[in-house]
C-alpha cells in the first residue's frame, strides 16, 4: 500500500506492431502495455498492478502521426501525442471538434506525453475502483460509490457499477462515427467507436473491448462530418487538470436551414460515452432555433436513475445539449 | 505611507537564496546523498481505526537487503500528537512499523513481507457524528480535547495540554444543519450581555455555515535524512518551516539534547503551517539508523501527503448577528464544532483563532462565543495558512451580508462599519479595537482603510452596479470579505555579526519556507545599522547557526525574527560607537554608523565596519561575546549562544532579545478582498472575474514578496471556496480524493485566469520592527470569503458547505432555493 515503488519488471521496448502482439501473447496477463504512461505508471507504483514485463509501444514508427486519407477523412495513429491531434492541421481542418476535445485534457505536460489512443482506452476514474476497494469493477460483488461518494459517478445506463466514463476524446471521436483499428494475433479488426466501449452489463472489469493481446493502432475518422458545425464543451471544478463533470461533443449538418444530421455525444453521464439520440432525433428536420433547441434538450436522458449526489447532472446534460445545439459553428 | 523614509526597507531587492533555486541547484532534503545511506518505507494501516493484535517480520528479518526493522513498540509513544509509529493507528494509512533496505526497491518488498494481524476498530470521519450519543470514539480512550487551546502563537504547533474525555450530546437533535440543543461546550468567550445587544438589535440573522476540510497540500512532500551516529550525535536533513521548534521539537521525540542534534534545512518546498515543528516522518529513519549507525532516507510520497500528512480542520459555526439599522453589529453569538482528525488537539486552537479573527474583523459590541472540537479517524488538523481565521473568513462572509440586507445597508458599508479600524494615529490602548476574551488593544487597526482602498482599485460601485444583472447564461455577484492573524510575537532570539572583512552576518533563526521573510530579516538589519547591502549575509538553514526563535509561520517572521534582529543590531551599532570612542577619541553618542562607517559627527574621524570589527576583537569582552551582559546570559536561549559560537572571539557579536516590554498589544495583520464572480447559471461553473485584496501589514519590507504571498494567499482562497476538499468514505473512513486532481487545489490555469490587484495600506505598527506586521495567512481568508460572499450576491441563495462546485451551484438552481 502506498510505497510508491513499481516491482522489479522487464522492460520491453516493442519495435512494430507485430513484435508488440507477440510478446504480449508469449507472457499473457503478466504483461501489461504503456504508451504515454500517464496513468499505468501510477497504478504500478501503487503496486495494484504488478505486470512482470512491461511492453513499451512508443517506439512503434507507424502507430505514430495524423494523415488525410484519400477519401477525405483522417487516420490517426494511436501514439500521437495530444499536444499532436491540437495542432494537427489535417484534423483542425475539416474535424476542429477533435482538437477542441483535446485541448482540454489534462495539462500541457500532460497532454504533451500522453496519446490519443491512450485517451480512448484510458480506465475507470472511480476513486473506490483507483483506491484499491473490492468493488465489482476489482472483481469484487458490490459498489461503493451506490452508497457512498458518487457525484462524479453514472446516472444512466449503468449496471452495479456506476462508473461514469471520463475520456474527453471519445466523445468528440464518436461524434465523427470514428473507426478504431485494432492488431491482435489474428490479424486486424476494425469496429466503430461506439461498438468499442464496453459498459458494465456486458463485462463489468473492462470499458473497452480490446483484448489483453491486441493493441489499437489507429483512429480513423471518415469524410461524413467533414466540414460540420461542431461544438465541444467541458464542465469541471476547476481549470487546471480535471476530468468532465459532463462534457459534451455535437456535429451538426444543416441542409436550407435544417438539420440535416446531428451526433451528440456526452462522458461524465454512462460507463460509456453516451449518445443523446433523444435529442438527435428531436432537433433533426427542425431549424436550430432557440424553441427547438429548448425543447430537443428537453429529456436528453430518458432511463436516468441518479443517485441523490449525482442528479444534478440531468439538468446539465439538458443545457449543455441546448448549448450544444446553439452554439455549434 | 512612510516608506519613504528607508533606505531598504520598502525597496525589492535579490533574495539571496533565489538564484539557487531557479539554477536547481538549491538542495531539498532529498537531494543530499550519502555513502552507504538505507532506504526507509512504511508499514501503514489499511483501516480508518485499528488496533495492531501482532506484528510478524521474521521473513522480512530473512532478507538480506533489510538491515533494521522498528515497530510501534521500538519509539516513544505520544498522549494526543502523532506517535512515530502507532500501535493504535487512528486513521487510513498511518505507519506501525518501519524499515531500513539497501534501496527503496528491497524496503518496499520487506514492508509486504511483515505481516500484521488486525483488530478493526469502529472509526467516525464526520466531527458531527462525533457527538452524538451511540456514536463511536475515534480514539479509545475519549472523541474531545479538553486541554487549553494552545496560544496563537503555536498556532498548535505544540504547547496546550494533552487532556482527553468522552463528550456526546446526549439531549441534543442531530436532524439540522447544527445540532439543536447542544451539550457542553469546551471553549467559551463572552463578554458584555449578548441578550441586551440582541434587545438592542433592529435586525438579527442566523445560518449554520462549514468550512471545509483540505490537505495542506505542499509541493515538497515530508522527506528526511537521518544519521545516528555511534557517539551518541545525530544529524538530520529536513523539510520544515522552522529551524528552532523543528530542531528543539525532534530532540525531544528523538530523547537527545538538541546540543547532539543537528538540523540542516536550506531550502523548503512549502508547508503551509504543516511543517511547524518535528513530524514522525523525522523520526523513522532516525529510530532505524540508531539501530544500524547508518544514514536512512525516507523519501515522502504525494500519497502519503494525504494519509500522513496534515490538513485544515472542519469548522461548523452556527452564527446569529444583531445589527442596528446603521449596519452596527449589536450582539454576535456563535456556536461551533471543529475537528482536530485523529491526531492532535488542534481543534481547540482552530476555535480560539477563529473567534479571534471574527471579533478582529467584526468589532461586535457583545459577543458569545462557544465551541468544542472533537477528534474523527482522519489525517491530523494541524495548522494550514490561517488556521481557523481563514475558516472563519469563509463561514461569516455570507451571514454578514445577511444582516446587512436585513438592515438596508450595502454589505461592503456594514463590513467597513465594524471593521477594525483605530481612531487616532498613536496606539492608544484605551480606544484601539480589541480582540480575544480579555479585550486585548490591537497595536494597529486598519481594515477599513484596506477595504476602502480595494473597493477603490476595483470600481466598487460599478461593479455593484453590474450585481444581479445578466450576460447570456451569466450572472453577475459582487462580494466582500476579510480575515485576519496575530503576526508578532517576542520573547525570541537575534543574533548578529560584523566581521573583520566588515561583513554584517544576520544569524537568524526562521526556516527558508519560499516565503522570503527570512531575508527580509536580513534586509532590515541593514536599514538598522545602514550598511550597504552588499555587506550584509543572512545564514540559514543550520541549526548549529540558528539563534532561536519561533518558526515561519503565523505570518509573523517579519515581526518577530525582525524585531528580534534589529535589537541585535541597535545592540551592533551601539558598540561600533563605543570602539570608536575607544579608538578614535571621544564619547559613543558623538559617533554615528552609517553607509558602513562609524563616523565621529564633528570631527569625521571613521573606522569602516571592518576596522571596527578587528577592534572588538582586539577588545574582547562583550564585544566578541566572550563575555555575555547577564542580561542576555540570564534571557537568551542557550541555542543562541552555541550559534554564536563559531564568530565568538574572532568578530563583534550582538544578541537581541525581545521582551514584554517590546509590546503593548495583540499584533494583527489584516486583509479586506472584493470579488467579482460570474456565476453561469446553466453550468454551474462560477469564475472569478476579478479581485482586490488589500492587507494591513504596517511597514511593507519587501514589496515583491509582499505581493507574492497576497498572490498566492488569495488564490489558495478561491480554489479554497470554489474547488478543493478532502473527502472520505464514510462508511470505510478511507479517503477518497488523495492525488492532486481528485483534491483540486487551484493551480497556474486557474491563477492566470484571475485578474488580481493586491495592494497595502502601509501604515506602520508602532511595534514592529521598522513598522512591519505580517502578510502570509489573511488574503486567503478575505479571499475565500468574498467569493462566498460573490456567489450568494449573484445567485441570492446562502452557500452552506464548500467548495461551491458546479454541482453545488446546480443543486440550489435545481431546488428553486436559487434566485436567477
Redesign the interface.
Known amino acids: 500500500m502506498q510505497q510508491d515503488m513499481i516491482p522489479p519488471l522487464t522492460h520491453v521496448d516493442a519495435t512494430s506492431v507485430d513484435d508488440a502482439v507477440a510478446t504480449l501473447q508469449e507472457h499473457g496477463t503478466d504483461a501489461a502495455t504503456i504508451a504515454g504512461n500517464t496513468d499505468e505508471i501510477n497504478w504500478m507504483k501503487n503496486r495494484m498492478r504488478t505486470p512482470e514485463v512491461l511492453v513499451d509501444l512508443k517506439g512503434i514508427d507507424e502507430m505514430r502521426g495524423i494523415e488525410s486519407t484519400s477519401d477525405g477523412g483522417v487516420r490517426i495513429g494511436a501514439l500521437t501525442t495530444l499536444s499532436n491531434v491540437v495542432d494537427s492541421d489535417a484534423v483542425n481542418a475539416g474535424f476542429s471538434v477533435i482538437a477542441d476535445a483535446a485541448g482540454e485534457i489534462a495539462t500541457p505536460q500532460i497532454r504533451n506525453q500522453g496519446t490519443i489512443g491512450g485517451n480512448i482506452t484510458q480506465d475507470s476514474r472511480c476513486w473506490y475502483y483507483r483506491n484499491g476497494f473490492d468493488c465489482y469493477r476489482a472483481g469484487g460483488n458490490t459498489c461503493y460509490a451506490i452508497t457512498g461518494e458518487s457525484r462524479d459517478h453514472a446516472v444512466t445506463d449503468y449496471s452495479r457499477c456506476i462508473t461514469a466514463h471520463p475520456s474527453d476524446g471519445a466523445v468528440a471521436l464518436m461524434a465523427l462515427e470514428a473507426e478504431v483499428v485494432i492488431e491482435g494475433p489474428r490479424g486486424t479488426r476494425r469496429e466503430p467507436l461506439s461498438d468499442f466501449f464496453v459498459g458494465p452489463e456486458e463485462n463489468i472489469t473492462v470499458m473497452n473491448d480490446l483484448a489483453h493481446e491486441e493493441i489499437l493502432t489507429h483512429i480513423e475518422v471518415p469524410s461524413t462530418w467533414s466540414g460540420a458545425s461542431f461544438y465541444y464543451e467541458k464542465v469541471t471544478d476547476r481549470e487546471s487538470w480535471d476530468f468532465p463533470i459532463v462534457n459534451i461533443a455535437a456535429a451538426i449538418q444543416t441542409s436550407g436551414g435544417s438539420v440535416s444530421d446531428v451526433r451528440i455525444v456526452s462522458n461524465g453521464l454512462a460507463p460509456t460515452p453516451k449518445r443523446l439520440r433523444n435529442a438527435e432525433s428531436a432537433i433533426t428536420g427542425q431549424q436550430i432555433t432557440e424553441s427547438n433547441a429548448a425543447s430537443a434538450a428537453g429529456t436528453v436522458l430518458p432511463n436516468a436513475a441518479p443517485q441523490p449526489d449525482n442528479r444534478f447532472k440531468l439538468g446539465l446534460a439538458e443545457n449543455l445539449t441546448e448549448r450544444a445545439l446553439l452554439g455549434a459553428e | 505611507m512612510s516608506n519613504h523614509d528607508f533606505q531598504y526597507v520598502g525597496q525589492d531587492f535579490e533574495v539571496p537564496d533565489g538564484r539557487a533555486k531557479v539554477t536547481g541547484e538549491a538542495k531539498y532534503a532529498d537531494d543530499y546523498l550519502f555513502d552507504n545511506a538505507l532506504q526507509a ?1 512504511t508499514v ?1 494501516s ?1 483501516y480508518a481505526h485499528a488496533r495492531v493484535r501482532s506484528i510478524d517480520t521474521s521473513a522480512a528479518e530473512q532478507l538480506s537487503s533489510v538491515k533494521a526493522i522498528i515497530t510501534h513498540e521500538d519509539v516513544p509513544d505520544s498522549p494526543i500528537g502523532q506517535p512515530i509509529l502507532d500501535g493504535e493507528p487512528k486513521t487510513f ?1 498511518y505507519p506501525v512499523a518501519a524499515v531500513a533496505a539497501d534501496d ?2 528491497a ?3 520487506a ?2 513481507a511483515i505481516d500484521v494481524e488486525w483488530e478493526v476498530l469502529d472509526h467516525v470521519v464526520d466531527p458531527v457524528e462525533a457527538l452524538k450519543p451511540g456514536a463511536p470514539n475515534p480514539r479509545s480512550n475519549g472523541n474531545v480535547p479538553t486541554g487549553e487551546a494552545a496560544g496563537e502563537s503555536a498556532e498548535g504547533q505544540g504547547g496546550g495540554t494533552a487532556a482527553i474525555d468522552t463528550v456526546k450530546w446526549t439531549d441534543a437533535d442531530f436532524s439540522g444543519r447544527y445540532p439543536e440543543n447542544p451539550g457542553e461546550y469546551t471553549l467559551k468567550w463572552s463578554w458584555g450581555d449578548v441578550s441586551q445587544g440582541f434587545d438592542r438589535a433592529d435586525h438579527i440573522v442566523e445560518d449554520v455555515v462549514t468550512a471545509q476540510p483540505i490537505p495542506t497540500n505542499p509541493m515538497e512532500p515530508r522527506s528526511t535524512g537521518a544519521h545516528w551516529q555511534s557517539n551518541g550525535k545525530v544529524k538530520a536533513w529536513v523539510s520544515s518551516q522552522s529551524m528552532s521548534l523543528t530542531h528543539t521539537g525532534l530532540a525531544g521525540m528523538l530523547g537527545v539534547s538538541p546540543q547532539n542534534l543537528t538540523l540542516i534545512n536550506n531550502f523548503t518546498g512549502g508547508g503551509f503551517g504543516s511543517k511547524g515543528t518535528s513530524y514522525p516522518q523525522m523520526g523513522v529513519p532516525a529510530y532505524l539508523s540508531k539501530q544500524i549507525n547508518r544514514p536512512v532516507k525516507i ?1 515522502g ?4 501527503e494525504f ?1 500522513w500528512g496534515n490538513g485544515r480542520s472542519t469548522l461548523v459555526s452556527k452564527i446569529r448577528i444583531g445589527v442596528d439599522d446603521d449596519g452596527r453589529i449589536t450582539a454576535l453569538d456563535i456556536e461551533s464544532i471543529a475537528d482536530s482528525g485523529a491526531y492532535s488537539n488542534s481543534a481547540m486552537s482552530t476555535l480560539s483563532s477563529a473567534y479571534n479573527c471574527i471579533l478582529q474583523c467584526y468589532q461586535p459590541e457583545t459577543a458569545r462565543l462557544r465551541g468544542i472540537g472533537v477528534f474523527t479517524n482522519t489525517p491530523k488538523r494541524w495548522p494550514m495558512r490561517g488556521p481557523g481565521q481563514n475558516q472563519a473568513g469563509l463561514v461569516i462572509s455570507q451571514v454578514a451580508d445577511m444582516a446587512a440586507e436585513a438592515a438596508g445597508v450595502d454589505p461592503l458599508d456594514l463590513k467597513i462599519t465594524n471593521a477594525a479600524q483605530q481612531e487616532t494615529d498613536e496606539f492608544d490602548p484605551e480606544t484601539a479595537p480589541k480582540t480575544g476574551n480579555e479585550r486585548a488593544p490591537l497595536t494597529s487597526a486598519h481594515l477599513g482603510t484596506a477595504y476602502e482602498q480595494a473597493a477603490e482599485a476595483v470600481n466598487y460601485d460599478e461593479l455593484r452596479q453590474r450585481s444581479g444583472t445578466r450576460e447570456g ?1 451569466k450572472v453577475y455577484g459582487v462580494g466582500t470579505a476579510s480575515a485576519s492573524h496575530q503576526s508578532g510575537y517576542i520573547g525570541f532570539d537575534g543574533l548578529v555579526a560584523v566581521h573583520t572583512d566588515g561583513t554584517v552576518e544576520v544569524r537568524q533563526g526562521a526556516g527558508n519556507l519560499g516565503t522570503e521573510s527570512f531575508a527580509a530579516v536580513a534586509r532590515m538589519v541593514a536599514e538598522t545599522l545602514d550598511v550597504p547591502w552588499e555587506q550584509v549575509e543572512v545564514s540559514w538553514g543550520r541549526s548549529d547557526k540558528s539563534s532561536f526563535t519561533l518558526g515561519q509561520f503565523s505570518s509573523n517572521t517579519t515581526f518577530t525574527e525582525g524585531l528580534a534582529n534589529v535589537k541585535a543590531a541597535e545592540t551592533a551599532a551601539q558598540y561600533l560607537r563605543e570602539l570608536a570612542a575607544e579608538e578614535l577619541g571621544g564619547t559613543a553618542e558623538a559617533y554615528d554608523v552609517s553607509g558602513g562607517m562609524v563616523s565621529h559627527g564633528e570631527s569625521g574621524e571613521s573606522l569602516t565596519l571592518a576596522e571596527a570589527a578587528q577592534v572588538a576583537v582586539d577588545t574582547g569582552g562583550k564585544y566578541t561575546a566572550e563575555e555575555i551582559p547577564d542580561f542576555y546570559q540570564e534571557n537568551l536561549v542557550p541555542l543562541t549562544i552555541a550559534a554564536a559560537q563559531g564568530v565568538m572571539g574572532n568578530s563583534l557579536v550582538a544578541f537581541g532579545k525581545t521582551t514584554g516590554e517590546d509590546l503593548g498589544g495583540f499584533v494583527t495583520s489584516f486583509a479586506g478582498a472584493i470579488a467579482e464572480v460570474s456565476v453561469d447559471v ?4 462560477v469564475r472569478v472575474e476579478e479581485m482586490a485584496n488589500w492587507n494591513d501589514s504596517g511597514t511593507i519590507v519587501h514589496p515583491d514578496s509582499y505581493h507574492a504571498q497576497i498572490e498566492g494567499g488569495a488564490i489558495q482562497g478561491i ?1 479554497y471556496a ?2 478543493e476538499h478532502y ?1 472520505h ?4 473512513g ?1 479517503p ?3 492525488d ?3 483534491n ?1 487545489p ?5 491563477y492566470s ?1 484571475t485578474p488580481l490587484q493586491t495592494g497595502g495600506v502601509g501604515e506602520p505598527d508602532p511595534f514592529g520592527p521598522h513598522g512591519a506586521k505580517g502578510v502570509g495567512e489573511p488574503p486567503y481568508g478575505a479571499a475565500a470569503g468574498a467569493v462566498a460572499s460573490a456567489v450568494r450576491d449573484a445567485i441570492g441563495v446562502t452557500f452552506h458547505e464548500f ?1 461551491i ?3 453545488k451551484v ?2 440550489k ?2 431546488s428553486g432555493e436559487a434566485d436567477i
Open positions: 518505507k501503514k489499511p494509512g527503496e526497491y524496503a518496499a518488498a514492508v509486504e523519501r510520497t504525494r500519497k502519503e494519509h447564461s446553466e453550468t454551474g461553473k480554489g470554489l474547488s473527502l468514505d464514510e462508511d470505510t478511507i477518497l480524493n488523495t492532486l486532481y481528485k483540486k487551484p493551480s497556474i490555469q486557474d485566469e467548495p462546485s458546479p454541482s446546480l443543486e438552481i435545481d
